[in-house]
């Protein structure tokens, strides 16, 4: 997959969620949001590749989870998140 499609997987999760939480169905949109934001992590991740390059294997291995937590430090977003929920009120 590149990252055009997991950006449009992405959305599509996200229009889906929205569907069945306005239907009460909290599981199942609470699943297709994981997907969705799964997608937008793997999207991030696709931006470091470029175009006709081999990827790095420690990185194409580490991408290979469904792994917020890790997929969020694969994409170099970890300390952006951290940052953010120390910022959030309790």
């Known amino acids: 997959m590149n990252r055009q499609l997991f950006q449009s997987v992405s959305k599509l999760r996200v229009q889906e969620a929205k569907v069945l939480l306005k239907a009460n169905q909290y599981a199942g949109a609470y699943y297709l949001i994981g997907y969705a934001i799964e997608c937008a992590l793997k999207s991030c991740v696709a ?7 081999f990827p790095d294997k420690k990185i194409a291995n580490e991408a ?12 170099g977003l970890a300390p952006e998140f951290v940052e953010t929920e120390k910022q959030m009120p309790r």
């Open 64 to 75: 290979f989870t469904h792994d917020l937590e890790k997929l969020m430090k694969v994409a």
């Open 47 to 53: 931006k470091q590749v470029k175009k006709y390059d």
